[in-house]
């Protein structure tokens, strides 16, 4: 099931999209407490946030341009600022979409839908992490590390392939499909980079050996 993180004071409007969304199949979380609403939404690990503009202690508009210092996560603003201007700030600040109060629910559900429908297409979740195919990264928290292409391509597979044991020639055919010879030698070089870099965000052992079989991830 999607996570959808709701960030808007006006408690009214809140509850009803929480309850909304929730028939609507979607996970619902909310932030009341807005004294540290942009660590609260980092750390939130949801599919979408929507966000105000209008809250206290610190704007929406703050909120985003700091948030996108550290995530990609897809971000709706939903505000009563119906200009352009302030359309153009949202999107230019790194806004996935904007809405207009007040709106139709079933409208800002359909936008909902593309958004997370596209992103699926290029983020992977396992457990805290995302695999992010379209920029190469992994994000854990507030952490993001950048992987080489045979670097994503082997936590790409071995994920999509979670539980079940991959085996070198499987990998190697996967990276490699062609018809050159590959010194095997090179697939452990990039299995090891690949666990320097994950074990520098916490994830140590997360890819496991299994001698004389292959790889997993469980």
Known sequence: MKSILIVEDEVKLRLELMKFLNNNGYQISMIENFDNVINDIIKSNVDLVLLDINLPVFSGEYILKNVRKISNIPI????????????LLSINNGADDFI?????????LARINRILSKDEDTKIKYKDVILDMSKSTILRDELVIDLTRNELKIFYYLLKNKGTIVSRDDLINYLWNNNEFVDDNTLTVNINRLRIKLDNIGLNNIILTKRGMGYIIL
């Open 76 to 87: 709706v603003i939903i505000t009563s600022r119906n200009t352009e201007i302030d359309e």
């Open 100 to 108: 207009a109060k007040p709106f139709n629910k079933e409208i800002l």
